[in-house]
């Protein structure tokens, strides 16, 4: 099992910009298919990107799609998500997860370990 921490979530105004950043420690990151998810208040944690152990697959959700882009060094052991054109609807916690993943990468349940998460807010 890998240990992730999550970094760079903040406060911007729509139309804006940010990068998260999930460091990874423990033995063999380059295994594991690592995915973003997010949890609004009040909502459920849904589903937003993940990458395959190589980096040669990305998965979006269609609501991100376009506007985010996830990535992973794994000479860093980071996994990255690159948000773009923020909109008030992307605000929530973002957690950094990783499992080894070979059907239905959407689901939560399907990725065995998770960060503490971090708070991006977009502002109106």
């Known amino acids: 099992q890998v240990q992730l921490v999550e970094s760079g979530g903040g406060l911007v105004q729509a139309g804006g910009s940010l990068t998260l950043t999930c460091a990874a420690s423990?033995?063999?990151?380059?295994?594991?298919?690592m995915g973003w998810f997010r949890q609004a208040p009040g909502k459920e944690r849904e589903f937003v990107a993940a990458?395959?152990?190589?980096?040669?697959?990305?998965f979006y959700a269609g609501s991100v799609k376009g506007r985010f882009t996830i990535s992973r060094d794994n000479a860093e052991n980071t996994v990255a998500l690159q948000m773009n054109s923020l909109k008030p609807d992307d605000t929530a916690v973002y957690y950094c997860?990783?499992?080894?993943?070979?059907?239905?990468?959407?689901?939560?349940?399907?990725?065995?370990?998770w960060g503490q998460g971090t708070q991006v807010t977009v502002s109106s």
């Open positions: 423990g033995v063999s990151f380059s295994t594991y298919t």
């Open positions: 990458i395959g152990t190589d980096g040669g697959t990305t």
């Open positions: 997860a990783a499992g080894v993943v070979y059907y239905s990468i959407s689901n939560p349940g399907n990725f065995a370990s």
